[in-house]
């Protein structure tokens, strides 16, 4: 019933800056949280941002100050505003749909690659 699509994603180089968008579609209500993660070629999946319901945002460390989250429920959509990118950033960004009581929801991925 819940679909999740990621874009935005694509090649820069360093200390360029993405915007990823999430849409949501399917059977869900927005008093949810939806977040980013991403994984990088080898490495395990990792939690980058959160977008609580009402509008309680959290970045991890190595993106704060870089990085921004919001979300648009009107459009159902959620954003990650990605500035001075790092090589490190290298990664599939993943969009997580958590929506009580049916858990869990993940999209395809949205790479992104940061040359140096």
């Known amino acids: 019933q819940v679909q999740l699509v990621e874009s935005g994603g694509g090649s820069v180089q360093a200390g360029g800056s993405l915007t990823l968008s999430c849409v949501c579609s399917?059977?869900?209500?927005?008093?949810?949280?939806m977040a980013w993660y991403r994984q990088a070629p080898g490495q395990e999946r990792e939690l980058v941002a959160n977008?609580?319901?009402?509008?309680?945002?959290k970045v991890k460390p190595p993106v704060e100050g870089r990085f921004t989250v919001s979300r648009d429920d009107a459009k159902n959509t959620l954003y990650l505003q990605m500035n001075d990118l790092k090589p490190e950033d290298t990664a599939v960004y993943y969009c997580k749909l958590h929506q009580p009581p049916f858990g869990a929801f993940w999209g395809q991925g949205t790479q992104v690659t940061v040359s140096s």
């Open positions: 977008m609580g319901p009402g509008g309680h945002s």
């Open positions: 399917g059977t869900f209500v927005n008093q949810n949280v």
